[in-house]
T-cell receptor
Framework: DAGVIQSPRHEVTEMGQEVTLRCKPISGHNSLFWYRQTMMRGLELLIYFNNNVPIDDSGMPEDRFSAKMPNASFSTLKIQPSEPRDSAVYFC????????????FGPGTRLTVT | AQSVSQHNHHVILSEAASLELGCNYSYGGTVNLFWYVQYPGQHLQLLLKYFSGDPLVKGIKGFEAEFIKSKFSFNLRKPSVQWSDTAEYFCAVNARGYSTLTFGKGTMLLVSP
């Protein structure tokens, strides 16, 4: 089992640029979650999908953030335009709906916006 | 909505010392409970979980946690820590029937050799 795969692992970009983060969940998992981790705010849930459908995006900080899941094996989180305060580690996690909340996390993308 | 409170932001111990990290949650219904660990530079990994049954659950690497329903607590313990246990530990709660986890702020554990 390859686990949750995220790319890129590190991203450095300039303010105003578009950033796209990618996630491949574990095969057979039908729930996918995007989190943001910062020193100040800890681990925050941004959005999650069940069966490729966005269920709750109330954690998405602004309209600059958007997420898609076009199929069961791929999701993207896009920030356009990026700002320095978006600098954080972004984690993707997946689970089966029958697993009672147990989630498997990817290695994360460390985003730095200068 | 549920919330999770972890008592200590930072804990420093010497090797072989005993560890107890506090976790309290607030939610009126039935919950599933988790402890995740994040080693430096790595992603979150599941340490242990409680769904039902014996309130004392054992996880990997000698960790255990006890669910005390009356206290809404799920404290993490280890009798003798090692330098390799240096990591950040997160308590999380899942309300039955929901997909999401609510995480605590995390406790950074530093074990000195």
């Amino acid at each position: 089992d390859a686990g949750v795969i995220q790319s890129p692992r590190h991203e450095v970009t300039e303010m105003g640029q578009e950033v796209t983060l990618r996630c491949k969940p574990i095969s057979g998992h039908n729930s996918l979650f995007w989190y943001r981790q910062t020193m100040m705010r800890g681990l925050e849930l941004l959005i999650y999908f069940n069966n490729n459908v966005p269920i709750d995006d109330s954690g998405m900080p602004e309209d600059r953030f958007s997420a898609k899941m076009p199929n069961a094996s791929f999701s993207t989180l896009k920030i356009q335009p990026s700002e320095p305060r978006d600098s954080a580690v972004y984690f993707c996690a997946s689970s089966r709906r029958t697993q009672r909340g147990e989630q498997y996390f990817g290695p994360g993308t460390r985003l730095t916006v200068t | 909505a549920q919330s999770v409170s972890q008592h200590n932001h930072h804990v420093i111990l010497s090797e072989a010392a005993s560890l107890e990290l506090g976790c309290n949650y607030s939610y009126g219904g039935t919950v599933n409970l988790f402890w995740y660990v994040q080693y430096p530079g790595q992603h979150l990994q599941l340490l242990l979980k409680y769904f039902s049954g014996d309130p004392l659950v054992k996880g990997i690497k000698g960790f255990e946690a006890e669910f005390i329903k009356s206290k809404f607590s799920f404290n993490l313990r280890k009798p003798s820590v090692q330098w390799s246990d240096t990591a950040e530990y997160f308590c999380a709660v899942n309300a039955r029937g929901y997909s999401t986890l609510t995480f605590g702020k995390g406790t950074m554990l530093l074990v000195s050799p």
